[in-house]
């Protein structure tokens, strides 16, 4: 048996998958996000772990054989998490989705320069990267960076508290833009940009490696048998691709979660000419290219509970029968933009409503707007002569029939959904599987184990009029975009 977490922004979810792939349980732990001001998002690594801790007694409550081989993590990516001497932790992790690093990130990117950080990295830095939150705490908390003993991301703290292993993997590292991610070790001139000595930073390990075993004490609370393997795991879109089989060179991934990300799998390193896209590790053990929107599924969950509140999801979308047809635009910036603008401060907002627009009118804008924003990163793809006509879905928002459907249309791509929707743990549980030797390679067991059993095809009238309505949503940014600087 395997155990597959997967740290999200507002819960951790673990489940146990057997040796042939079946998922035996799933369960789901929440833990509170703190935004001490405007566009800052906060969490406590204590949190996490406690989280975790208590979902794998609750994914194990009841079963008579509790031997487990091997875990892995899938995790949140880009967090600043920071210990001391102590290994204690020294203030609450800066997350993804903070804005709070303009000034950083402009300095990375306009004084220290875009073409030295493409050198050094294969990326630009985007305000959500963990080098500019570095910076951040050294320019505004002194005290705190002067203490910094460690600097790690989200998951790999999970890994730190089961193990002791002091470990990252080079999918997540390399979202950190401070890590040469084409040689895959960490950045000497990035390190020294950012002041540190290179003595804070973890190991880096392929994701499939194992790292450590989890410690005695802590096997023994949990009535664990067995010698129970760790391996260094995956950021948490790397993590989703191994989960729905978007691995090798040509797979892409669509993810519906709090953010959302275009995932495109390849055997080598590419960047394109304005950085748009992510150029990063992946934890088959090659590369990925991957563009990111900060609110995704967030926009409609925002706009249910907040706005309408109304928990009726499936509800809200029954009334929707005019695709392609809308007026109304919603533009997903909620938290800013990462793909393709790079643009921390631009808000979101409803165009070109009247009086006669309808409640089913914004709801559709929502779920469009959120299309049309993913449809930004894949033109970005379609420029570097990568040409997709398939792509697996997943996350909570790839329920929706509805919202499936628009996408698929949109993007003019067929959508794949798998059998089992659960991203990044399955992820998780595949590469504690191959880090335990139970398959050869993550290829081979993304394969075998995900199974594809429904698909979305286009339709061509939809192709065609949302062409036009992409066309149009194409020039809202640059017209809004000087009103938030």
């Given at each position: ?29 929440e ?13 406590s ?36 998490v ?11 992790a ?26 050094y ?31 790690m ?15 990252s ?55 664990i048998?067995?010698?129970l ?9 790397a ?19 709090t ?33 990111c ?66 409640r ?12 049309f924003?993913?449809?930004?990163s ?25 919202w ?43 394969k075998?184990?995900?199974n594809?059993v ?21 020039k ?10």
């Amino acid at each position: 048996m395997y155990i597959g977490v997967d740290l999200g922004t507002s819960a951790v979810k673990l489940l146990a998958m057997s040796e042939d792939g079946k998922i035996l349980r799933t369960v789901s732990v929440e833990y509170p996000i703190s935004f001490p001001k405007s566009g800052w998002s906060e969490q406590s690594p204590e949190d996490w772990y406690k989280g975790t801790i208590e979902g794998i007694g609750k994914l194990l409550d009841g079963m008579e054989d509790r031997t487990v081989d091997g875990i892995g993590v899938g995790g949140q990516m880009h967090g600043l998490v920071i210990l001391d001497e102590n290994d204690e932790v020294i203030r609450p992790a800066i997350l993804w989705n903070d804005g709070r690093t303009t000034k950083e990130t402009d300095y990375l990117n306009n004084e220290i320069g875009k073409d030295k950080l493409s050198e050094y990295t294969g990326n630009i830095a985007f305000a959500g990267f963990t080098a500019p939150k570095v910076l951040w705490v050294k320019n505004n908390e002194p005290e705190n960076f002067a203490r910094i003993k460690k600097v790690m991301l989200p998951k790999d703290y999970i890994v730190f508290r089961l193990t002791g292993s002091y470990v990252s993997d080079y999918s997540d590292a390399s979202g950190m833009l401070l890590m040469d991610v084409k040689n895959k070790k960490w950045s000497e001139q990035m390190l020294e940009i950012c002041g540190l000595t290179g003595v804070e930073m973890p190991e880096l390990h392929e994701s499939f490696d194992t790292v450590g075993t989890v410690k005695g004490e802590i096997a023994a609370q949990l009535g664990i048998s067995g010698q129970l393997k760790v391996v260094a795991g995956a950021g948490d879109n790397a993590a989703a691709a191994v989960g729905t089989g978007t691995v090798g060179a040509g797979g892409c991934n669509l993810s519906l979660g709090t953010s959302g990300t275009l995932f495109i799998s390849n055997d080598k390193f590419s960047v394109d000419d304005k950085n748009s896209l992510h150029s990063f590790a992946h934890a088959d053990g090659g590369f990925h290219l991957m563009g990111c929107m900060l609110s995704a599924a967030s926009c409609n969950k925002w706009w249910m509970d907040e706005i309408l509140k109304d928990k009726d999801y499936a509800g809200s979308q029954t009334g929707i029968t005019k695709l392609g047809e809308n007026n109304v635009f919603f533009i997903p910036y909620l938290m800013g933009e990462r793909s393709p603008h790079n643009d921390p401060l631009v808000r979101a907002g409803f165009l070109g409503m009247s009086m006669d627009t309808t409640r089913e009118d914004m709801v559709q804008a929502v779920l469009e707007g959120v299309a049309f924003g993913l449809r930004d990163s894949l033109e970005v793809a379609r420029s570097l002569g990568i040409e997709i006509k398939v792509s697996n879905i997943c996350g909570g928002g790839a329920k929706s029939p509805l919202w499936r459907r628009i996408i698929a249309n949109v993007m003019n791509i067929t959508l794949e959904i798998q059998e089992n929707d659960e991203g990044p743990a399955l992820g998780g549980a595949i590469l504690a599987a191959v880090g335990c030797g139970k398959y050869p390679d993550v290829i081979t067991a993304s394969k075998s184990l995900v199974n594809v059993v429904e698909t979305v095809e286009p339709e061509a009238d939809l192709v065609e009029k949302y062409e036009k309505k992409y066309q149009e949503f194409k020039k809202i940014y640059p017209t809004i975009k000087g009103l938030y600087q």
